[in-house]
């Protein structure tokens, strides 16, 4: 699809009559209409020189006229599965169920997951998600021998080849019950820590789980690992190791950032129960992510029976207490979700209607930009701001009714101030392995 506009050759030039999110833009502009800014910006050099009032700018330079469009940074997606992606059409989900997905997901690993086949996996994501306009993606890796050698070091081949492109960080996935087998458990966090990633697993209700997660934060602490938990993804109430999680941080004085995805069935409680558990997951700092596309897709699936809730955590309740919360992608095309294509602002848009993160919207764009920068690290990205790299989203809608109403498949992607190839891999790169005739 031909661009909506059509960029200066030159290394410097303005982008004129933008509109810029306040929320993530760190400037004096005046707020316009829904907290969009009207503004020019100076870019130069692969980076954004200023950013000043329309008109404000030398007339001299080569410009374009975005005619009141949006202007975001790029996006930053916290939470996927690379591993898994694309499985779908080799190993569906026979039923929807969560169940259903673990099951599938384990028989396609230990019969097809071969470096070759993680690393075209991979790298067809990858080039779905530069094209939509991702900087940075943190996956999670299915852990279990032998992966937690084999696809740590697919990864780690995958970060160089990508390096400049989207920066690749990653996080440990395995069940807290492996936690004890004590050869296996210090072999992953090895290879965890060789590759520079971030400790993981998938919290339990069991007798035992403040001695597993003072196991796992004493190996955290040692080690020098930030941690990335997923935490009751079910609707059962008595699933409730968010606020374990809390606990065992508080109890352990753990100093690195920690992540809490999912926390599905914190929407199950009563009230009480659930502000207590909010404040306590304030109390600890821990950064809460939902993965609204994912949670609805699995949560309360029964066959015949219309879903009774959404399927995703407390995000109003836990901003409205001070917790830094995200949404991001989750799997792509797996049996955990059998849809999706690594596109933040599709999740952005659907998590919109699901979490009523609207009225008013102006902050939204947090969620899917600063919020999981901060969570993971990285508070240099998620903003637009002067002397930061042109890496920024062109979009022709002006306010947030236009950019939600439609997919923006026309929107340009600049990185360091020029325009990538936006044109998507194809399916069909995948048969071979996925063994579609």
């Not at 304030?282 to 879903?307: F, I, K």
């Amino acid at each position: 699809m031909p661009d909506f506009v059509t960029l200066p050759e030159a290394d410097r030039f303005v982008l004129r009559n933008v509109a810029l999110p306040l929320a993530i833009t760190e400037s004096i502009l005046a707020a316009g209409r829904e907290g969009l800014a009207p503004a020019d910006m100076v870019i130069g050099n692969g980076k954004i020189e200023t950013i000043t009032a329309p008109g404000a700018t030398p007339a001299d330079l080569p410009s374009v006229d975005l005619k009141g469009g949006q202007v975001w940074p790029c996006f930053v997606d916290m939470h996927t599965h690379l591993d898994k992606g694309h499985i779908w059409p080799r190993q569906p989900n026979p039923d929807g169920t969560f169940m259903g997905a673990l099951e599938t997901v384990g028989q396609d690993r230990e019969a097809n997951w071969t470096a070759e086949d993680i690393a075209t996996r991979m790298d067809f994501a990858l080039r779905c998600a530069y094209a939509h306009g991702t900087k940075l993606i943190r996956t999670h890796l299915d852990s279990l021998p032998p992966h937690h050698i084999r696809t740590w070091e697919v990864f780690a081949d995958m970060r160089d080849r990508w390096a400049g492109r989207i920066d690749l960080q990653a996080a440990a996935l395995f069940p807290f019950d492996m936690i004890w087998d004590e050869p296996y458990f210090a072999e992953m966090v090895a290879s965890v820590s060789k590759h520079g990633g971030a400790l993981g697993g998938v919290t339990q209700m069991s007798v035992d789980l403040d001695k597993r997660l003072d196991k796992l934060f004493k190996a955290a602490s040692d080690a020098d690992l930030n941690v990335d938990l997923h935490v009751d993804e079910t609707a059962d109430k008595e699933a409730r190791t968010l606020e374990a999680v809390a606990e065992a941080v508080l109890r352990n004085k753990y100093e690195g950032q920690v992540v809490v995805g999912h926390c599905c069935s914190l929407a199950q409680q009563d009230e009480a129960d659930a502000q207590r558990i909010v404040a306590k997951t304030v109390e600890a700092g821990l950064n809460v992510v939902s993965l609204p596309l994912c949670n609805m897709y699995l949560q309360d699936r029964h066959a015949g029976r219309t879903p009774r809730w959404r399927g995703v955590t407390l995000v109003h309740e836990l901003m409205a207490a001070g917790a830094n919360v995200s949404i991001a992608s989750d799997n792509t095309r797996d049996p955990f979700y059998a849809y999706g294509d690594l596109d933040p602002l599709e999740v952005f848009r659907e998590g919109v209607r699901i979490l009523h993160l609207d009225h008013p919207i102006d902050s939204a764009i947090r969620l899917m930009t600063a919020h999981p920068a901060k969570a993971i690290g990285r508070n240099d990205l998620g903003w637009i701001k002067a002397g930061n790299p042109a890496d920024l989203i062109l979009f022709t809608a002006r306010g947030w009714t236009e950019l939600l109403s439609r997919p923006q498949s026309d929107r340009i992607v600049l990185r360091n101030g020029k325009a990538v190839d936006r044109t998507l891999p194809d399916y069909r790169e995948l048969d071979d392995i996925l063994g579609v005739q």
